[in-house]
């Protein structure tokens, strides 16, 4: 008794000091905005409110402190109550709530349900994640559920990327019962393990049965047949190239199609000729080139001579594996392909690094780039980017068949710094002042991991200085309503080398329905003083012209030589890098980048 006592006592405590603690903080926010208000009448136009009263700025600071621990004792809170939800209970082994769950999947309430299904997910997924092994009577419910149309789409997307075990099985039967209004669903779901050949024979009768003036959304194994071909085993590709190529011998494209075509576009939907076409040329069967020479002939037929060289080029990337070296490189030589067609051929001729480092083969390379007229940053960077294993010798010779000076000139100074090695990156930093110590293959891999890019490894400039810590790069559009400018700039602080430090942050803002727009202000506490930005509301996009402002503030406030450096990326993510005006110019130009002007440097 004295125990639960004590607990009620304790409680109501707890209760009353909460309350408190919300009530200061809401008459603490009144006062914040008071500051506001008489530093907003006294900034003179200033785009940047700067508060210098001690007694103020400690306040603030202090009101921010307090907002923060709001804001942790939150977050602390959702998070013990989504621990102690049935769902994640059972996650972490604890069998008493099987009852409890199955009884809220029985009760078929959907928002219930799809709680459980919220408890109950990996939010790690990636394509090694181990199944979710679900007790029988648990499993059996959740597969009852997925033939309801209340909760088919939902629970099938859920038991299939929880990859749940037993999931394959019962999606071939599903799908093989003709009763789900998910096949596309159930078929990807298959694919993606790619073993089951009954999936795939019920995809060719349902396709027979199909009519020729079908809708769109009958064709529901587009994205699910080029899965299989990807993950399925050598019977099953088989299968799918072998009906592929009789549809297409059976089903071959006319005149019809192709002004179809040329008149509509896009617009004139999902055309399963070519749709065959394409995948078996895309596929890695022995019977791709003789099935080329097939389509060519077939097609030619309605076609000018130049119109059939244009296709036979477009072709040319998918075959290029099954030839030989002497025949790749005959074919190489005598393609002409079009603007569009040229970096297809490209990537695949990078892939054979024999034939990429053939001197004839790259002098007609750079000489079908240069006639192509690729005028885009992007286009000549991943041009280089695929000549990255042509040998120096061979580059300067080849390079010397682009008629055009300034292009020539463009493409040899990007192939020296694609060229370059970890060593070399580390040594131009550490030489030019802007690192101390030399970054490792493994920072890098760290690095790239942390970002779910592992598999972009690479030991470009870009990778260094993002490892080094002294580089900032992100996408603009955050994709959280409204974009935390406070996160953002502890970031920067945090990539200042430690020559920025103690600085708080808090952002606020309020919602009105009527304009349906937030009033944002960001607070940044640094050196004793209080600078104030009311970002525009860009919805999920940081307003990087305002941020900018207060950024430079900052760091004329730090009174250090080195600055926050825009350089222009060209699309819509932002990249700094954190150094000294003059040493990140240098680096700039010695490897091609641009500092964008509309920002500056800070100096």
Same mark, same amino acid.
């Given at each position: ?13 707890l ?30 136009? +200033?785009?940047?409110l ?12 202090g ?7 709001? $804001?942790?004792k ?36 959907r ?18 994640? +181990? ?11 959740? *597969?009852k /559920? ?21 999931h394959?099985?019962?999606?071939? $039967?599903y ?12 078929f ?33 194994f ?24 009789a ?6 494209v ?19 000729? &070519?749709?065959f ?15 080329a ?9 309605f ?7 244009? /296709?036979h =080029? ?7 594996r ?8 005959e ?8 603007? =569009?067609d ?10 054979d ?5 053939d001197?004839?083969?790259a ?5 079908l ?9 992007? =286009? ?16 300067e010779?080849?390079? &010397? ?20 090695? /970890? ?8 030489r030019?002042?802007l690192?101390v110590?030399?970054?490792?293959? @493994? ?16 030991d ?30 502890? +970031?920067f ?6 020559k ?6 808090? $952002? $606020? ?21 209080? *600078?104030?930005?009311m970002?525009?509301d ?10 900018d402002k207060?950024l ?11 600055h ?7 699309? +819509?993510?932002?990249?700094?890098? *954190?150094g ?13 980048? @641009?500092?964008?002007?509309? &920002?500056g440097?800070?100096?």
């Open positions: 008794m004295e125990n639960k006592f004590y607990n009620f006592i304790l409680a109501g405590c209760m009353l000091c909460a309350n408190s603690f919300a009530q200061d903080l809401a008459k603490d926010s009144i006062k914040v905005q008071k500051i506001i208000n008489e530093s907003a009448n006294r900034k003179n136009g +200033q785009e940047i700067t508060v210098v009263d001690k007694e103020k700025v400690a306040f603030i600071s009101y921010i402190d307090a907002k923060k621990l709001e $804001q942790q939150r977050s602390e809170q959702i998070k013990q109550t989504f621990e102690s939800t049935p769902g994640q209970r059972y996650r972490k082994g604890d069998k008493t709530v099987i009852p409890q769950i199955i009884s809220i999947l029985k009760s078929r309430d928002d219930k349900v799809l709680e459980v299904m919220y408890q109950l997910n990996d939010y790690n997924f990636t394509n090694d994640t +181990q199944p979710l092994y679900l007790d029988p009577e648990i499993k059996a419910e959740f *597969f /559920l997925a033939t309801e149309d209340t909760f088919e789409k939902r629970v099938i997307r859920f038991l299939g990327t929880n990859k749940v075990d037993g394959i099985a019962f999606f071939e $039967q799908l093989l019962s003709g009763k789900s209004a998910e096949n596309e669903l159930l990807f779901w298959l694919a993606q393990d790619g073993k089951s050949e009954k999936a795939v024979d019920y995809f060719i009768t349902s396709f027979a049965k199909m009519p020729l003036n079908a809708d769109e959304n009958s064709y529901w587009s994205d699910g047949l080029g899965d299989f071909l990807k993950n399925g085993s050598g019977p099953v590709k088989k299968k799918i190239i072998d009906f592929a190529i549809y297409t011998e059976k089903n071959p006319t005149m019809a199609d192709l002004i179809k075509q040329e008149k509509e576009g896009d617009a004139s939907g999902f055309d399963p000729k &070519t749709y076409i394409q995948l078996v040329l895309a596929s890695d069967d022995t019977r791709v080139p003789a099935f020479d097939k389509v060519e002939a077939v097609l030619g037929k076609m000018l001579p130049n119109d059939r060289k244009e /296709l =080029d477009a072709m040319l990337p998918n075959l290029l099954f030839y030989d070296f002497a025949k790749k490189k074919a190489v030589l005598h393609s002409e392909p079009v603007k =569009d040229f970096m297809d051929l490209m990537d695949a001729v990078a892939k690094k024999a034939l990429l480092n001197k004839e083969v002098q007609h390379l750079m000489r780039f240069e006639k192509s007229g690729f005028t885009e940053k992007y =286009d000549k960077e991943l041009f280089v980017t695929a000549l990255k294993d042509m040998n120096k010798p061979v580059f010779s080849a390079v &010397t068949g682009i008629r055009s000076a300034e292009l020539r000139k463009l493409i040899s100074e990007a192939y020296i710094i694609e060229s370059k090695t /970890l060593a070399d990156n580390n040594s131009y930093l550490i030019n002042g690192i110590t030399p970054v490792t293959q @493994e920072q890098i891999k760290d690095r790239y991991k942390e970002d779910g890019i592992a598999d972009l490894y690479d470009s400039m870009y990778s260094v200085l993002q490892s080094a810590g002294i580089s900032q790069s992100f996408d603009v559009e955050v994709g959280e309503y409204p974009a935390g400018h406070d996160e953002l700039l502890l +970031q602080v945090k990539g200042s080398r430690g920025i430090t103690g600085l708080k942050a808090l $952002q $606020q803002s309020s919602y009105d329905e009527n304009s349906e727009t937030s009033a944002i202000t960001l607070f940044a506490v640094y050196n004793n003083k209080c *600078f104030i930005i970002p525009e860009l919805g999920d996009w940081y307003d990087m012209v305002t941020f207060l430079k503030a900052i760091v004329a406030e730090a009174r250090i030589k080195e926050f450096v825009p350089l222009n990326t060209g699309d +819509q993510t932002a990249w700094y890098i *954190f000294e005006g003059e040493k990140v110019r240098k680096l700039a130009n010695d490897y091609k980048l @641009e500092v964008t002007e509309s &920002t440097d800070g100096e």
